[in-house]
């Protein structure tokens, strides 16, 4: 059973930056894709970025593009998002998700395993 736990968040102005963390564990899995999802108040959930651990390819929501990073730190099992240039647009709730492997990176059923969230909000 893997766990994972999001950190990292917080209230900033537009503009700024944030980092997020994703501290994973109990897993035996040689390869495992890990994702940030959000979710807006009265909006859908999002995926937002995904990092495929074998190959170390990521790929982004087109929203976010050019401004967050997602990244790994393999001896400490931990997958971080950079977010840059915040905007208000990027208030949401944070989860991460893991999955042995995901073919649509952006739906969310593919994921096996979810953290409890993480509060982003920008101020204008």
Request: net charge positive.
């Amino acid at each position: 059973q893997v766990q994972l736990v999001e950190s990292g968040g917080g209230s900033v102005q537009a503009g700024r930056s944030l980092r997020l963390s994703c501290a994973a564990s109990q897993y035996t899995y040689s390869r495992i894709c890990m994702a940030w999802f959000r979710r807006a108040p009265g909006k859908e959930r999002e995926g937002v970025a995904v990092l495929y651990s074998g190959s170390g390819n990521t790929y982004y929501a087109d929203s976010v593009k050019g401004r967050f990073t997602i990244s790994q730190d393999n001896a400490k099992n931990t997958v971080y998002l950079q977010m840059n240039s915040l905007k208000p647009e990027d208030t949401a709730m944070y989860y991460c998700a893991a999955a042995p492997w995901v073919f649509d990176w952006t739906t969310a059923g593919q994921y096996n395993y979810w953290g409890q969230g993480t509060q982003v909000t920008v101020s204008s």
